[in-house]
């Protein structure tokens, strides 16, 4: 069985940083595409960051050179690092895996396992 267990939300000042984690048990990263996504009060989720097998990379436009995705594959743990944090990446911050190694855009049915989200707060 999958489980996906994010960690490292917390309420931070706009120009902060957070480092989120997300531990994986009964999958291995190494092989698949991981991503992080987040899901704003009357919002929807939204695609954040993407690595693949490889280690190749891709974020929303919104998060470009603050946010950067890595992986420890011994550890089997994904991370979000997030710097020169704004109010609106205010957002409850998930974690995600698909079923596959193939690692094409943010469409959210294509991941196939998700944690439980850990929440981001930014103040102003």
């Known amino acids: 069985q999958v489980h996906l267990v994010e960690s490292g939300g917390g309420s931070v000042q706009a120009g902060g940083s957070l480092t989120l984690s997300c531990a994986a048990s009964g999958l291995t990263y190494s092989t698949r595409c991981m991503g992080w996504f987040r899901q704003a009060p009357g919002k929807e989720r939204e695609g954040v960051a993407r690595?693949?097998?490889?280690?190749?990379?891709a974020y929303a436009d919104s998060v470009k050179g603050r946010f950067t995705i890595s992986k420890d594959n011994a550890k089997n743990t994904l991370y979000l690092q997030m710097s020169s944090l704004k109010p609106e990446d205010t957002a409850m911050y998930y974690c995600?895996?698909?079923?596959?190694?193939?690692?094409?855009?943010?469409?959210?049915?294509?991941?196939?396992?998700w944690g439980q989200g850990t929440q981001v707060t930014v103040s102003s």
């Open positions: 995600a895996a698909r079923s596959t190694s193939l690692c094409v855009g943010w469409s959210i049915p294509l991941y196939n396992y």
């Open positions: 690595m693949d097998k490889f280690g190749g990379t």
